[in-house]
């Protein structure tokens, strides 16, 4: 089992920056990737960026140059720093956790909204 609680959301104005983290707890050391995805209002949950135990790391085209997903094994956590942010950044944000086998974890999502 996996907990996930994410934090770091906020309001802010277009051209800023943002760092969301989420805290693992539970067992992190089974986690084989964690992911930060995006839902916005009528749309689909989409993926942001993820990074594997290795450190292989991937991002949505929309946000490559701007975001930087990093992981912290000693502190159970995996962050994503938002840059240049724009107003079609806005939606709530949730932290993933696979591990081989087992349903994907979620945490409770934080708001991120970008003001033009």
């Known amino acids: 089992q996996v907990q996930l609680v994410e934090s770091g959301g906020d309001l802010v104005q277009a051209g800023g920056s943002l760092r969301l983290s989420c805290a693992a707890s539970g067992n992190f050391f089974a986690i084989n990737a964690m992911g930060w995805y995006r839902q916005s209002p009528g749309k689909q949950r989409e993926l942001v960026a993820l990074i594997t135990r290795g450190n292989a790391t991937n991002y949505a085209d929309s946000v490559k140059g701007r975001f930087t997903i990093s992981r912290d094994n000693a502190k159970h956590t995996v962050s994503l720093q938002m840059d240049s942010l724009k107003p079609e950044d806005t939606a709530v944000y949730f932290c993933?956790?696979?591990?081989?086998?087992?349903?994907?974890?979620w945490g409770q999502g934080t708001q991120v909204t970008v003001s033009s």
């Open positions: 993933n956790a696979v591990i081989p086998g087992r349903p994907w974890y």
